[in-house]
C-alpha cells in the first residue's frame, strides 16, 4: 500500500506482524513502542479482547525524519492470530509492504505454525502477493522456553533453503525483537525505492535506517524503569472488546467485518495523522513561546554585543550549528564579522561571487531566507564545502528592519535536513527580532553618543564658566587692589597738599617773624634811623640772631623733607654715646647758662650704632625742648640704661609736661599747626623731625609720661 507523497515528501510504509495465536505479535509491537519512542509521544492501538488476545489488529506508528527533510511514516500492525479471526487478518494484510511472520518456537506448536503460514500465503495470494515478492523476515519467538523446536527444523519446515532472514527472539524481553524489524524495515524501503524508481540516494536510506538505530541501540544501554513502563502504558489505546460475539458470524458477514476492520485501519491512521498534526502544532507553540521569550530578551537588549551574543545563543537552541553573524556597515563596506561560534570565520563573507559582491552580501540583496545543499543554490553551496566539506547544509537569514539591512546570519549545519520549513519560519521570527534588537542598539548608541557630546560641550560649558568666574574674580581682585592704589596714591596726594600747605603755613608762620625783624631791623640802620653805636651794635645783635634762627628753621624744614622723602643721607658707624651727649651740652651750655638751669647728666657707658652727626642732633633738640619747658633755675636730668633691643637715653625736665591730649600731636607733622604758640616756634618742626631722624637710624623716640609734670622723652639708639 506504499503511499508517497512528494508534495508531502512523505513516503508510508505498512509493516505487519504476522502468526499463530498467542505466538508473540503483540509483544514484539509493545516493545518496538517502548523502545522507539521511550517518551511516549506517540500511541499504540490495541483492539483486544479481555483476555488480551488481540481481536482486530494492534496499530503502531511511527514517523522517521530522514535526509532532505523526507518523512518515513511506518505503520505496523499485528493480526489476530486466533485462527477464527481470518477475515481481519485479510483485511489488514491490505497494502503490506512487508511480513514480520512471527513462530512460536515451542516443539508442540510447529504444526500451529505451519497453518498459520499457509494462511498469510493464502491472504497474501488475495492481493496477489506470495513471500517471494513481498519483504518478510521470520521471527523465531519464545526462545527461553522449552522443549523448543530447533531453529533449522523451523528453518527446514517454515523457510527452506533459507531464503528469508530468520531471527531468534525472545519478545518478552525484547531480545532480537528489533534486529527483525531493522531487517524488514530495511528491506521494505530497498522493494519500495526499487518498485517505484524513487529518484532518491542511498544516503536516504542510510539516513533512515541510522535514525531507526539510534534509539534502538540506547535502549540496550538502558534498564527498562517502572516510570517508563507507566508512561506506555499511558501511551496505549485499548480498545477491549467481548470476542463473543463476533465468533460466529465472522464467516457469514465476512465482507461487512473486512469493511468494519478497513474503516477501523482508516481511523487508526487518522488518529495517528492526528496525534501527529497536534505534536507539530505543540512543538510550533513551544517554538513560538520561546522565540518570544527570546524576542523580549533581545530587543529589551541596548548593548550591539549582548545582542549578538544572545541571538547566538537563541539560534543553536535548534542543533549544534555554526553560527556567524555579519554586520551590514554601509552598503559600499564589507560586512563586519561580528560572531564565529563553531566557526573560524564565515566563507560566505569572502565567497565573491561573478557579480564581484561577496555571497553574503548577495543573499541580502534578496531579502529573504536563503538554503544552501546539493539541491538549492548548488553553485554557492559547493563554494562553501571547498573550505567546509563537513557541512551539508547553510541558512542565510538577512537582518532588515523597514527595508534597512543590519546584517545577515549565517547558519552552518552538518546534517543535511537541520532547516525544516517550520524552523526555518522559527528562524524568520526569530530574526526579525534580532535585526529589530540590532536596530534598537544601534540607535541607543547614537542616543548615547549624543548625549556623550552633549555631556562634554555642557562640561566645557562649566569649565568656561568656572574660569569666567575665576576670571572675573580676578579681575575683580586686581581692580580693587587697584582701586586701593589708587585710593592710597589719592591720600599720598592729599597728604603731599595738605604738606604743601603745612610748609606753606609753616614758612610763613615761621620765616614771617624773624624776617619781619630782619628787615626793619635792617630797614631802621639802612635809613639812617639808628645812630647811636650801642643800638647799631643792638640791632645788628638782633639781625644775627634772627637770621641764625631762619637759618636752622630752614635747615629743619629741608631735614625733614629729606628724611620724609627717604632721600637724607646717613652715616652709620659705632660711637661712644656719653660722648656724643657732652657734645650737645657743650653746644646748649650757653643757654642753659642763660635760663639758670642745671643739667644732671647721668649718661652711661654705651656705644652705639648711628649716625653721631643725626644723633647729636636729635638729643640737642630734645634738650632745647626741656630748656625751653624749664622754668628759670630748673633742673634737667639726663639717664640711660639698655634692654635687649635699644640703649634708650632719657632727658626729664622740670617744666609743665606734656598734656595728655597734645601728647600725640607732639611729633605729628599734621598737628604741627594747631596750638603753635611763640614760645615753642620751630621746635615742634624738631620733635617731628626727630621722629624721623630716629625711624630711619632704626630707633625711636617717645614721650614717656604724657599728663604729668615735667615731661620725660626718651630716645631708643640700636646698641652696637
Ligand atoms: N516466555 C515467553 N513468553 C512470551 C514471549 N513472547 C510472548 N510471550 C507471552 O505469550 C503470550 C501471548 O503473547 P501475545 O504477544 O499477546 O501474542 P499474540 O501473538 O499477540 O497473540 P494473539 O493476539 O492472540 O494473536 C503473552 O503472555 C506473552 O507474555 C517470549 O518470547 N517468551
Ligand atoms: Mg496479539
Not at 524481553?173 to 530497498?190: P, W
Not at 553573524?325 to 565573491?352: F, R, S, V, W, Y
Not at 643725626?614 to 619747658?629: C, D, F, K, P, S
Amino acid at each position: 500500500m506504499v503511499q508517497i507523497s512528494f508534495s508531502k515528501r512523505e513516503i508510508l510504509v505498512k509493516i505487519v506482524y504476522y502468526g499463530m495465536g498467542l505466538c508473540g505479535k503483540t509483544t514484539s509491537l509493545q516493545y518496538l513502542h517502548s523502545v522507539m519512542d521511550p517518551a511516549s509521544t506517540t500511541k499504540l492501538f490495541s483492539v483486544k479482547t479481555d483476555e488480551d488476545r488481540t481481536l482486530f489488529f494492534d496499530f503502531l506508528p511511527i514517523t522517521i525524519s530522514t535526509l532532505n527533510n523526507f518523512k518515513i511514516k511506518l505503520k505496523i500492525y499485528t493480526v489476530p492470530g486466533q485462527v477464527k479471526y481470518n477475515a481481519t487478518r485479510k483485511a489488514v494484510l491490505a497494502g503490506v509492504d512487508g511480513v514480520v511472520f512471527v513462530v512460536d518456537s515451542q516443539e508442540n506448536l510447529l504444526q500451529d505454525n505451519v497453518e498459520s503460514m499457509k494462511d498469510l500465503v493464502n491472504n497474501l495470494n488475495y492481493y496477489n502477493l506470495s513471500p517471494e515478492n513481498l519483504p518478510m523476515v521470520f521471527q523465531y519467538n519464545k526462545r527461553d522456553l522449552s522443549p523448543l523446536t530447533p531453529i533449522r527444523k523451523l528453518n527446514d519446515t517454515l523457510n527452506p533453503g533459507k531464503k528469508l532472514p530468520f531471527f531468534p527472539t525472545v519478545a518478552i524481553r525484547g531480545e532480537g525483537v528489533a534486529d527483525a524489524f531493522l531487517k524488514i524495515c530495511d528491506m521494505s524501503m530497498k522493494e519500495i525505492i526499487a518498485k517505484h524508481k524513487l529518484p532518491v540516494g542511498n544516503d536516504l536510506l542510510d539516513s533512515f535506517l541510522l535514525s531507526l538505530q539510534q534509539p534502538l541501540k540506547m535502549q540496550r544501554e538502558e534498564e527498562e524503569t517502572e516510570d517508563n513502563e507507566i508512561a506506555r502504558e499511558n501511551a496505549t489505546v485499548n480498545i477491549q472488546l467481548n470476542s463473543s460475539g463476533r465468533d460466529k458470524d465472522e464467516d457469514e458477514n465476512t465482507t461487512l467485518l473486512r469493511q468494519a476492520v478497513t474503516s477501523n485501519l482508516q481511523m487508526a491512521d487518522l488518529y495517528d495523522e492526528l496525534e501527529e498534526l497536534k505534536k507539530s502544532l505543540e512543538l510550533r507553540i513551544r517554538e513560538l513561546i520561546t522565540a518570544n521569550q527570546i524576542s523580549s530578551t533581545l530587543v529589551s537588549e541596548l548593548e550591539t554585543d549582548r545582542v549578538i551574543q544572545l541571538a547566538s545563543e537563541a539560534l543553536q537552541r535548534h542543533g549544534n550549528f555554526g553560527v556567524s553573524i555579519l554586520l551590514d556597515m554601509g552598503p559600499d563596506q564589507e560586512l563586519k564579522e561580528a560572531e564565529h561560534t563553531n566557526l573560524k570565520d564565515d566563507p560566505l563573507n569572502h565567497i565573491i561571487l561573478e557579480s564581484g559582491l561577496s555571497a553574503a552580501r548577495a543573499i541580502i540583496q534578496r531579502n529573504r531566507i536563503v538554503l544552501l545543499n546539493r539541491h538549492k543554490n548548488p553553485s554557492i553551496f559547493e563554494k562553501v564545502r571547498g573550505e567546509l566539506p563537513h557541512i551539508k547544509s547553510v541558512v542565510c537569514i538577512p537582518l532588515v528592519v523597514k527595508g534597512k539591512s543590519q546584517g545577515i546570519i549565517n547558519l552552518y549545519s552538518d546534517m543535511a535536513e537541520s532547516f525544516t520549513k517550520d524552523t526555518l519560519t522559527y528562524y524568520h521570527l526569530i530574526s526579525n527580532n534580532i535585526a529589530i534588537a540590532l536596530e534598537n542598539a544601534r540607535l541607543y548608541r547614537t542616543v548615547s553618543g549624543l548625549n556623550q557630546t552633549l555631556k562634554t560641550k555642557m562640561q566645557e560649558i562649566n569649565r568656561y564658566a568656572e574660569h569666567l568666574e575665576e576670571m572675573v574674580a580676578q579681575r575683580t581682585s586686581e581692580l580693587q587692589t587697584t582701586n586701593a592704589r589708587l585710593e592710597e596714591s589719592v591720600k599720598k596726594l592729599e597728604t603731599l597738599d595738605k604738606l604743601k600747605d603745612d610748609f606753606m603755613g609753616l614758612m610763613s608762620h615761621e620765616l614771617r617773624t624773624p624776617l619781619t625783624s630782619i628787615i626793619s631791623y635792617s630797614q631802621s640802620m639802612l635809613e639812617g634811623i639808628v645812630t647811636e653805636e650801642s643800638d647799631k651794635q643792638h640791632f645788628l645783635d638782633v639781625i644775627y640772631k634772627e637770621s641764625r634762627h631762619l637759618s636752622k628753621i630752614i635747615e629743619r624744614v629741608i631735614d625733614t623733607v629729606n628724611f620724609e622723602n627717604g632721600r637724607a643721607y646717613l652715616e652709620m658707624q659705632v660711637t661712644e654715646l656719653n660722648g656724643i651727649v657732652e657734645q650737645v651740652l657743650t653746644k646748649y651750655e650757653k643757654a642753659l647758662q642763660e635760663s639758670g638751669i642745671t643739667v644732671l647728666n647721668n649718661t652711661g657707658t654705651f656705644r652705639i650704632l648711628s649716625d653721631p652727626a643725626r644723633a647729636e642732633q636729635v638729643i640737642g633738640y630734645v634738650l632745647e625742648n626741656a630748656i625751653q619747658h624749664s622754668p628759670e633755675g630748673g633742673s634737667i636730668s639726663i639717664s640711660t640704661g639698655r634692654d635687649s633691643q635699644f640703649v634708650r637715653l632719657c632727658i626729664q625736665d622740670e617744666g609743665p609736661g606734656v598734656a595728655l591730649e597734645s601728647a600725640e600731636m607732639i611729633f605729628d607733622r599734621f598737628k604741627l599747626m594747631e596750638g603753635l604758640d611763640h614760645h615753642t616756634r620751630g621746635l615742634r618742626l624738631s620733635l617731628h623731625l626727630s621722629t624721623l631722624i630716629m625711624r630711619a637710624l632704626g630707633g625711636n623716640i617717645r614721650l614717656m609720661n604724657p599728663g604729668d609734670k615735667g615731661a620725660r622723652f626718651c630716645i631708643d639708639f640700636k646698641p652696637e
